[in-house]
């Protein structure tokens, strides 16, 4: 099967994606800002340059977009109908790389959030946020002392 778009349309759509500021990750940095939380952006110290992380919490939060992450049973996870080899194996391997990442974290000692796109739809937003003010301040035990 043959791409609907010709290859300047498909190259212009690509260049549009971010990985960073992304919708979802903004409304999550405006929540905890709001909440007095401050943090740091893509801390390119530790493994994965976490979307968010909150030092004083030991917490790493990651904005997972469905469909570049293999939202397994997500209905924004779809396999595109042309490319579809190479779109699979691209995903499989953001996956691996997902697990590697959050593996080395928390063997250092931290936790792990992670937030799917599909949890900031507005229908769910406010139960989410929620959510993840519970769990940022669930207390921290380090393991490694």
């Known amino acids: 099967m043959t791409d609907v778009h010709t290859a300047i349309t ?13 919708k979802p990750e903004m409304l999550v940095r405006k929540f905890l800002f709001s909440k007095g939380f401050r943090y740091r952006l893509h801390d390119k110290r530790l493994p994965g340059k976490p979307d968010i992380v909150l030092p004083k919490y ?3 939060i990651f904005v997972h977009g469905c469909f570049w992450h293999g939202h397994e049973g997500c209905r924004y996870f779809v396999i595109p109908k042309t490319k ?3 779109w699979v ?7 691996a790389n ?5 593996s080395n974290l928390s063997d250092s000692g931290w936790r792990i959030i992670e937030l799917w796109e599909c949890s900031l739809k507005p229908q769910i937003l406010a139960q989410t946020l929620q959510n993840l003010l519970i769990e940022i301040k669930r207390p ?3 393991k490694k002392t």
Do not use: G
């Not at 498909?10 to 992304?22: A, G, L, P, V």
């Not at 194996?89 to 996956?95: G, L």
């Not at 997902?98 to 959050?102: A, F, N, S, T």
């Open 140 to 142: 921290y035990i380090n």
């Open 10 to 22: 498909r190259s212009y759509n690509m260049s549009r994606i971010r990985s960073k500021d992304t």
């Open 98 to 102: 997902d697990r590697k990442v959050i």
């Open 84 to 86: 579809t080899d190479w």
């Open 58 to 60: 030991h917490v790493v």
């Open 89 to 95: 194996n691209k995903i499989n391997n953001t996956i």
